[in-house]
């Protein structure tokens, strides 16, 4: 990979740019219409966002203004939690493809798999969202189907009625937090595994081993995050709303890792913390 345009192929054939500009905690108005539209100057084609995050709206405003091409660019939306089953989803999309004002959506996830409202009944919650999902996929209203913090046996039960397997699942991979044996088998279904907070929120600008990877490649610490993630087959999603550090964030094509260090990096266990456990989460 060369380039911020080099793609991934998902299992249906779509192709998706091999670095994606994370949106979470970009606050909706100025500073994300901003900053996405820094980053889409910036060389990146592929914007994620979700219900969640509350700036849909600000997302489409950028994309908009940046004067480029829809089809040039490449957009996630998911699913917020309390809008699961078939007729609550169908909703929700109208909703999203609203704010961001567009035709259709690229990528669209069930954003957790177990949220509390539906603690009881979730194999049956994300069925109905799964048949949504579908129709809207089939329809052509979005080019690509996924997950986000999904384990195997939520996949597994997802497959007993789906028609269509998750082309992606999304999850946090970073430094110490590998989640392996979700990798492993994510890669035994051909499921795209995308990495969110890939700079470990932060934290990994902390961690000794990270700064002298740095000084070693003169490379900032982001930059080895992501060529790390990269080198790891995932397809990260750095958020930042500094213009200086987006465009830092973009160059990670120059140089690689030594395969021990990306084994040391993947050994940092707990460095950064680890993800949550998505039967556990309280929202």
């Given at each position: 990979?060369?380039?911020?345009?080099?793609?991934?192929?998902?299992?249906?054939?779509?192709?998706?740019?091999?670095?994606?500009?994370?949106?979470?905690?970009?606050?909706?108005?100025?500073?994300?219409?901003?900053?996405?539209?820094?980053?889409?100057?910036?060389?990146?084609?592929?914007?994620?966002?979700?219900?969640?995050?509350?700036?849909?709206?600000?997302?489409?405003?950028?994309?908009?203004?940046?004067?480029?091409?829809?089809?040039?660019?490449?957009?996630?939306?998911?699913?917020?939690?309390?809008?699961?089953?078939?007729?609550?989803?169908?909703?929700?999309?109208?909703?999203?493809?609203?704010?961001?004002?567009?035709?259709?959506?690229?990528?669209?996830?069930?954003?957790?798999?177990?949220?509390?409202?539906?603690?009881?009944?979730?194999?049956?919650?994300?069925?109905?969202?799964?048949?949504?999902?579908?129709?809207?996929?089939?329809?052509?209203?979005?080019?690509?189907?996924?997950?986000?913090?999904?384990?195997?046996?939520?996949?597994?039960?997802?497959?007993?009625?789906?028609?269509?397997?998750?082309?992606?699942?999304?999850?946090?991979?970073?430094?110490?937090?590998?989640?392996?044996?979700?990798?492993?088998?994510?890669?035994?279904?051909?499921?795209?595994?995308?990495?969110?907070?890939?700079?470990?929120?932060?934290?990994?600008?902390?961690?000794p081993e990270m700064t002298a990877l740095a000084e070693k490649y003169g490379k900032s610490i982001a930059q080895i995050c992501i060529r790390w993630s990269l080198q790891r087959g995932y397809l990260p999603l750095p958020k930042s709303v500094t213009p200086s550090?987006?465009?830092?964030?973009?160059?990670?094509?120059?140089?690689?890792?030594?395969?021990?260090?990306?084994?040391?990096?993947?050994?940092?266990?707990?460095?950064?913390?680890?993800?949550?456990?998505?039967?556990?989460?309280t929202f």
């Open positions: 990979m060369k380039a911020l345009t080099d793609c991934y192929k998902l299992s249906n054939g779509v192709e998706i740019p091999c670095v994606g500009f994370g949106t979470w905690q970009a606050p909706d108005g100025e500073v994300c219409v901003s900053s996405t539209l820094s980053a889409v100057e910036a060389g990146y084609r592929h914007i994620d966002t979700a219900q969640g995050y509350g700036n849909e709206e600000s997302v489409g405003a950028a994309v908009k203004k940046s004067g480029i091409d829809r089809k040039e660019l490449f957009i996630t939306s998911k699913l917020t939690n309390s809008e699961h089953g078939y007729d609550k989803t169908m909703a929700a999309f109208e909703g999203t493809m609203k704010k961001l004002d567009m035709d259709y959506l690229d990528l669209f996830l069930i954003h957790w798999p177990n949220p509390i409202a539906f603690r009881d009944n979730w194999r049956e919650a994300n069925a109905g969202t799964w048949k949504a999902f579908e129709e809207l996929y089939n329809a052509k209203r979005i080019r690509a189907i996924g997950v986000s913090n999904f384990h195997p046996r939520h996949i597994e039960e997802l497959m007993k009625t789906a028609a269509t397997a998750p082309m992606v699942n999304q999850i946090r991979l970073c430094p110490g937090d590998t989640q392996d044996e979700v990798v492993d088998y994510c890669r035994s279904k051909n499921i795209l595994l995308e990495a969110y907070s890939p700079l470990g929120v932060g934290k990994i600008f902390e961690v550090r987006i465009r830092e964030n973009a160059q990670v094509f120059d140089f690689d890792l030594e395969a021990a260090d990306v084994q040391l990096i993947a050994d940092l266990k707990g460095c950064v913390g680890y993800s949550a456990d998505p039967d556990k989460i």
